[in-house]
């Protein structure tokens, strides 16, 4: 996470946890050429978090290809359950702060 955020005069500690309360992540899945599949996470602001390091660790931790594209994250294969686990226990993230998008 980035320390540089402006807090207003706020603790950077303070600022940090506004930050993640205040996110809402969106997961969901798209549909690929051949049948494959990607999960696409969305919402996380790029001033907080450095996105490089963050995808380069998913891919890590989910043993799965994926890149950046317009401010939002994908990866191969469907890892839903998995991220979320990941998001709340290692980055701090609220549970309730990460929607699960169906699409039809």
Not at 31 to 41: F, N, Q
Not at 49 to 77: C, H, M, P, W
């Amino acid at each position: 996470m980035k320390k540089d955020a402006y807090c207003a005069g706020l603790p950077p500690e303070l600022c940090i946890q506004l930050e993640l309360e205040s996110q809402v992540i969106k997961v969901k899945l798209e549909h690929r050429k051949m049948g494959k599949v990607v999960t696409v996470i969305e919402g996380i602001d790029e001033k907080a978090f450095d996105l490089k390091k963050l995808v380069s660790y998913l891919k890590t931790k989910l043993a799965a290809g994926g890149t950046i594209k317009n401010g939002r994250i994908e990866i191969q294969g469907d890892h839903r359950t998995k991220l979320k686990k990941i998001l709340v226990d290692e980055f701090g993230f609220k549970p309730e702060n990460i929607v699960f998008i169906e699409e039809e």
